[in-house]
């Protein structure tokens, strides 16, 4: 079956380490999205890529950074200057829709981090 | 730009009572719309979506919503509360041209009371 599968479910991290959030979709979907959720805020974007090599940033890009060297992926660094980490941290997906149509978001199952 | 308010963080309501949930939009567009829902520890799941066909939107699990311009509107409801209805819904706006991004509202937690 299609899907995004991001690794690991729970992540621990030490203060001043980077940690890389994997996000693997099968769907051929071109776009794709980092977002963060925090309780009471909804999800707020971090980053996006529309097409493979190139991204965007999103609304709280301070202290992330992402590549898209193939389709498929979209990894996740959140680095040491990132001050509050933790975090439940979603990917998703788009098909680029043409001629006014879209296609909603297809999410994956969450990484949660935890900053020890 | 767009946005989206969710009136009431919290809801609760009894087992085989309507649900309501409140979603309000800006947009300075034509927009389209959205409600996900998620369980605990999950991603989210697409409930159901306005694209400016039919303004009265059936999703899946016997929600609907009811796109209302002149409201700027866009409430989810469902005749009768199951108790695995219990979950966080979002509700998400995006103008409805070329391939804008998401951007969500903070959520609803929707408590049902056996």
Known sequence: ?116 | AQSVTQLGSHVSVSEGALVLLRCNYSSSVPPYLFWYVQYPNQGLQLLLKYTSAATLVKGINGFEAEFKKSETSFHLTKPSAHMSDAAEYFCAVSANFGNEKLTFGTGTRLTIIP
């Open chain 1, 1 to 116: 079956d299609g899907g995004i599968t991001q690794s690991p479910k729970y992540l621990f991290r030490k203060e001043g380490q980077n940690v890389t959030l994997s996000c693997e979709q099968n769907l051929n979907h071109d776009a794709m999205y980092w977002y963060r959720q925090d309780p009471g805020q909804g999800l707020r974007l971090i980053y996006y890529s529309q097409i493979v090599n190139d991204f965007q940033k999103g609304d709280i890009a301070e202290g992330y950074s992402v590549s898209r060297e193939k389709k498929e992926s979209f990894p996740l660094t959140v680095t040491s200057a990132q001050k509050n980490p933790t975090a439940f941290y979603l990917c998703a997906s788009r098909h680029q829709g043409t001629g006014g149509n879209f296609y909603g978001y297809t999410f994956g199952s969450g990484t949660r981090l935890t900053v020890v």
